[in-house]
């Protein structure tokens, strides 16, 4: 199951302009492909790690999904850009989780280590508590099939 990221792709003055707020990158171009791959190519710098490739989906509107194959990177990123942002230090982010050793949330802000999804969780309160965490299908949704038990009477 696949790590996704919501990001913007919007029309922005003559060109366009392209988003994901979850690990700070921001990008333009003069068309919305441009703009797309644009985003693809500052979502892999900001990773900057090895062999990391992003994909970028259009979703619709606005909307697009930033994933990749490998997702301990991209989740890693997540948390040291928050972690960032709200200003917070490897210890004060051990602090919040109750660990002794900033060395064990690190392996996890460092990709070193790919975390279950509770885990997750717990480290993304940490750093961000006001994010939340989304389930969507990665398919186009389709309308289930009416069987005796779902038809309205």
Same mark, same amino acid.
């Given at each position: 199951?696949? @790590?996704?990221?919501?990001? !913007? ?35 892999? @710098?900001?990773?900057?790690? !090895? ?22 990177? @991209?989740? %890693? ?5 928050? !972690? ?47 994010? %939340?965490?989304?389930? $969507? ?10 069987? $005796? ?5």
């Amino acid at each position: 199951m696949p @790590l996704m990221l919501i990001g !913007r792709v919007f029309r922005d003055g003559p060109g366009w302009s392209a988003h994901c707020e979850a690990i700070g990158v921001y990008t333009q171009g003069s068309s919305r492909k441009a703009a797309i791959a644009n985003l693809i190519e500052v979502v892999e @710098l900001k990773v900057d790690r !090895r062999g990391f490739a992003a994909r970028v989906t259009d979703v619709s509107g606005d909307s697009v999904y930033i994933d990749s194959v490998d997702i301990a990177p @991209l989740a %890693a990123e997540v948390l040291k850009y928050q !972690r960032a942002l709200h200003g917070l230090s490897l210890a004060d982010v051990a602090k919040k989780l109750g660990t002794a050793s900033r060395n064990t949330y690190a392996v996890y802000e460092q990709g070193g280590r790919e975390p279950t999804l509770s885990k997750y969780l717990q480290l993304l309160g940490a750093v961000a508590p006001e994010m %939340a965490l989304m389930v $969507a299908s990665t398919s186009t949704p389709t309308r289930p099939k009416r069987t $005796a038990r779902t038809r309205r009477h």
